[in-house]
């Protein structure tokens, strides 16, 4: 086959949200079992890698790597044609989200480091291991979905505002006629 009768027999990129439903939800799981299996270790590992600096670098690297494996098993799957322009915005809003989600647990991270300073509590401040599972497993699934949920959204619209201009020139051939 030639490259002409490769592109097209594909079709561009089409995402569907169960696609990425159901890799976060078998990443819920995987996190969950991970928990199950290392009740202690793997907090502890969350909590030394959190206050060494690296996890949201880490979660950004993560989610931007299980993004992009989807998007390209979902074209695979479908015989699509991975759009490079579709992969990098998959990415860019992965890593805002990551930046986003990095913000609020920075806020909830001084919010509990006030409130124990305020009770004169002794012992470590700032957020605990079990607040860091809970925002790591929300911030997890939030960047495995959402980004999904926007592209849709965003291939909407510019499908839609695409579709209107074709009926316009048609429409403006029709009366010139």
């Not at 199950?36 to 949201?56: D, S």
């Not at 993560?62 to 799957?77: D, P, Q, Y």
């Not at 012992?123 to 949920?149: D, K």
Request: proline share 4%; hydrophobic share 50%.
């Amino acid at each position: 086959m030639n490259q002409a009768m490769t592109s097209k027999q594909l079709s561009p990129a089409r995402v569907r949200l169960s696609d990425s439903a159901v890799t976060a939800g078998a990443t819920s799981l995987a996190y969950t079992a991970a928990l199950m299996l290392f009740p202690h270790a793997f907090p502890q590992i969350l909590q030394r890698v959190f206050e060494g600096g690296y996890f949201f670098r880490t979660l950004a690297l993560v989610l931007v790597i299980t993004n992009a494996i989807l998007f390209l098993l979902i074209c695979k799957r479908r015989s699509q044609k991975p759009d490079l322009l579709t992969l990098s915005y998959i990415a860019f809003l992965t890593i805002t989200l990551v930046s986003v989600f990095r913000m609020l647990v920075m806020f909830a991270d001084e919010q509990a480091q006030v409130s124990h300073i305020l009770l004169h509590m002794p012992g470590r401040s700032g957020i605990g291991s079990e607040e860091l599972l809970l925002y790591t497993h929300l911030g997890i699934v939030f960047g495995i979905f959402f980004p999904y949920v926007l592209v849709r959204l965003t291939r909407d619209y510019v499908s839609s505002r695409d579709s209107v201009e074709p009926d316009a020139k048609a429409h403006g051939a029709g009366a010139g006629q």
